[in-house]
């Protein structure tokens, strides 16, 4: 991999400095009797107050739900005492992204345990980070903090590579053993984020989700056409939300699920533990440098 340039860098860094401020923005204002869809519209502005883009809609993952559940004018949720409360948020400068999160316990303190085995399991990766690295002794890593703790690590989500316009760029770092020999190298951009639960350490996909990504052109009436040349253009390969849309056509309540049986679009299920274990998650972007990393968020 060829290494980055100062220009390149800069986005880098900008794009994970704006993710970073966001999160912390985000997990500051969690409370009981939030709506889920405040913060993320907040989060979200806050993003591009700052000058950045977001390179997916925040997710808010509440206990069971580790992944991908964004919300929208129909489908909002209140945050409870007890929620533990999961937020990932991304930015991005020019197409640069970073990735990060963070989970957070409205109002009581039952499970800081579980929570701090994800933030200690990222911690130890974060350390580990450089050149030569293999991806399973990562996962590896992450697997023995979370397992001493008494929890268990997700198996089957991961961390990954990031490249311009692309979040998942081919690596993917496990929060597992696995007999992936791959290792890093100086100039690559890597998401770390283990995930951490009481439950059975599998999520499962469950229904059409509220976050979207472009698949395809497609023959359409004028209306979904445009819409489409809409999206393509405001937020090109990243992930985008149903509601996102409404603000390029008056009509989009209609012509997202329209595009979505046409197979222009695809949905993320939303991820849900498998034994309705909670689920806490600790994320960071780092650049690899020549002996270490430097954390971007
Ligand atoms: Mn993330
Ligand atoms: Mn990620």
Redesign the pocket.
């Known amino acids: 991999m060829p290494s980055v340039s100062p220009d390149v860098l800069e986005k880098y860094i900008k794009a994970g400095k704006i993710a970073g401020e966001a999160r912390n923005f985000g997990v500051a204002h969690v409370r009981a009797g939030g709506s889920a869809l405040e913060l993320v519209n907040a989060i979200e502005s806050l993003i591009h107050q700052r000058g950045g883009e977001c390179a997916f809609p925040v ?1 808010i993952g509440v206990n069971e739900i580790a992944a991908h559940y964004t919300p929208s004018r129909e489908t909002d949720i209140r945050f409870r005492d007890g929620d533990v409360v999961k937020i ?3 930015a991005h400068i020019d197409g640069y992204p970073g ?3 963070a989970t957070v316990e409205v109002g009581t303190r039952r499970h800081t345990a579980l929570i701090d085995s994800a933030k200690e399991a990222l911690a130890v990766c974060v350390e580990m980070v450089a050149p030569g690295t293999s991806l399973s002794s990562m996962g590896e890593a992450v697997s023995r903090t979370i397992k001493s703790a008494g929890f268990k690590p997700v198996a089957n989500l991961t961390g990954h590579s990031m490249e311009r316009y692309n979040l998942h760029a081919g690596l993917s770092i496990p929060n597992i053993e696995t007999r992936d020999r791959a290792v890093i190298e100086e100039g690559m951009v890597l ?1 770390i ?1 283990p995930f951490s639960t009481t439950g059975a350490g599998k999520v499962s996909g469950k229904g059409r989700g509220s976050i979207f990504r472009i698949v395809r052109d497609r023959r359409a009436s004028p209306e979904v056409v445009e819409l489409f040349q809409k999206i393509q253009s405001k937020f090109g390969p990243f992930p985008f939300a149903g509601r996102w849309c409404d603000q390029l056509s008056p009509n989009a309540g209609v012509l997202v699920p329209k595009m979505f049986r046409l197979g222009m679009i695809m949905s993320y299920p939303v991820l849900t533990e498998v034994a309705d274990g909670v689920v806490a998650q600790a ?1 960071h972007s780092v650049l690899v440098t020549a002996n270490g990393c430097k954390v971007l968020t």
């Open positions: 997710n990932d948020v991304g990735d990060t999160a998401a984020e994320e």
